[in-house]
């Protein structure tokens, strides 16, 4: 992103989600480091504003729940810049 300023965060899906929501770096051996919203349910077409500094980024880890529901689903993002999204994923 590019600019500062609060980007809404947004899932459509049959099924419902909690995102972790990290800045800046990202380590899987402690998932609670840089983490600026934890937990935060993401219902169908219900979103999540954050207010984000630009030039940096996010790690965005989402849960399924009720947990290990697998199903698709897709994630939109709104705000005052561009966003550039990469999917990082164990099948990826």
């Known amino acids: 992103m590019t600019e500062t300023g609060y980007y809404l965060f947004t ?19 402690d998932v609670y480091m840089n983490t600026t919203m934890k937990f935060a349910p993401l219902k ?3 979103g999540t504003s954050l207010h984000l500094q630009m030039n940096t980024s996010l790690t965005v880890i989402l849960k399924s729940h009720p947990w290990f529901r ?11 810049s561009k966003v550039i999204m990469k999917r990082i994923g164990m099948f990826s």
């Open 11 to 29: 899932v459509n899906s049959n099924q419902d989600f909690f995102g972790y929501f990290h800045e800046n770096d990202f380590s899987i051996f």
């Open 44 to 46: 169908n077409r219900q």
């Open 70 to 80: 697998q199903g698709s689903f897709s994630i939109n993002v709104q705000g005052p």
